[in-house]
C-alpha cells in the first residue's frame, strides 16, 4: 500500500524501542499518518511488528542500521517506492546511542567516534539523501532528536562528555533553507533504555507531547532547538 494524498509521510529511525517505537504507535492512532519505521532488525522488532494490529494509520517497517553509510544511501529507493510518488514530510533523526557516563578527561576517545558516527554523521547523511524526497513534500521536516546534555545552558552536559558532544554537534545541522523545516527535538528525560527508569518522563507522555510539537511546527522554529513542550532550548 502506498501513502495517499490526504496522508502526512514520515520516516523515523531506531524504532525497534524506546522513542522511536513509542513516537511510531503515538502517530498510528491517526489515519491521518503513513510511517515508515526503519530498524537495524526488523526479524526481532516484534513490539513494532505487533503496532499493524489496530493501526488507524499505516505502518511499514524498512530494514535500516544508521550505521551503515551505503545501507543509508541504498534505502532511498525502497523508500520512494514505500511512498509510490509521494514526497517524505518528516524525516525523524531518532536512532542513537549513548557511551556511558563519562568527561572529558575519562571519555574512551578511540570508541568515541562510533558514538559520532551514529548520533552526527549518520543523520547528517539522511538529511541528505532523503532531501530530493522531503523537497517534493507538504512539510519539509527534518527533525533531529537532540537532547539537552548538547546544549551549554543546561550545563549538564560535562557528566555525558561523548553523548553530549554529539547532541551538540547534532544541533548545529541546520540549514539556511526557509522552505525547509529543520528542528532539533529534545524528548525530556524520558524512561527508556537511554533514559533509564530514573528519569521523570513517561513515554506515553513524551512521545504524546513530540507528536503535537511536530505537527504543529511554525516557520519561526526552523532551525531551533525545541524541547517536548514546544519551548525553546537555551544554546
Ligand atoms: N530517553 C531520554 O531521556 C532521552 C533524552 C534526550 C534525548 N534522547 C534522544 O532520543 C532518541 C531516542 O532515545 P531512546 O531513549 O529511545 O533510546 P533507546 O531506548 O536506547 O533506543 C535507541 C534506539 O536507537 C536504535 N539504534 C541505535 N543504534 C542504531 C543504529 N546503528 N541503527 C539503527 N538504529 C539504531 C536502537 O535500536 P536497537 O534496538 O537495534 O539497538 C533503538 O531503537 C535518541 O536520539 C536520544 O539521544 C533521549
New binding site residues.
Given amino acids: 500500500m502506498t501513502a495517499s494524498t490526504d496522508q502526512y509521510t514520515w520516516l523515523i ?10 513516537l511510531t504507535k503515538k502517530l498510528l492512532e491517526d489515519p491521518a499518518n503513513f510511517v515508515i519505521a ?4 526488523p526479524e ?2 516484534t513490539a513494532l511488528e505487533a503496532l499493524k494490529d489496530g493501526a488507524n494509520g499505516t505502518l511499514h517497517i524498512v530494514k ?5 553509510l551505503d545501507g543509508i544511501r541504498q534505502s532511498v529507493n525502497e523508500v520512494a517506492q514505500i511512498l509510490g510518488g509521494r514526497g517524505l514530510d518528516y524525516l525523524v ?6 557511551q556511558k557516563i563519562d568527561t572529558a578527561f575519562s571519555m574512551d576517545v578511540e570508541g568515541w567516534g562510533a558514538v559520532f558516527k ?2 552526527v554523521v ?1 543523520p547528517a547523511l539522511l538529511g541528505q539523501v532523503y532531501l530530493p524526497l522531503i523537497e517534493k513534500s507538504n512539510k519539509k521536516t527534518i527533525v533531529n ?5 548538547g546544549a551549554f545552558g543546561y550545563g549538564y552536559g560535562e557528566l555525558w562528555a561523548s ?1 553530549a558532544i554529539t ?1 551538540t554537534g ?1 544541533n548545529m545541522l541546520r540549514a539556511e533553507r526557509p522552505d525547509l523545516m529543520v528542528v532539533c527535538l ?11 527508569d530514573d ?1 521523570p ?1 513517561d ?1 506515553e507522555e ?1 512521545v504524546s507531547a513530540i507528536a503535537k510539537v511536530l505537527t504543529s511546527l511554525k516557520p519561526e522554529d526552523n532551525g531551533r532547538l525545541v524541547n517536548y513542550k514546544h519551548e525553546m532550548v537555551p544554546w
Fill in positions: 529511525t531506531g524504532c525497534s524501542r524506546g522513542i522511536g517505537l513509542g526503519t530498524c537495524r532488525n526481532k522488532a535500516l542500521d544508521v550505521d551503515d533523526n531518532n536512532a542513537a546511542v549513548n551514529t548520533n549518520a532528536v537532540s537532547s539537552s546534555l553523548y547532541k547534532l529534545c524528548p525530556g528525560w524520558v524512561k527508556t533504555d537511554l533514559g533509564t528519569a518522563l513515554l513524551s
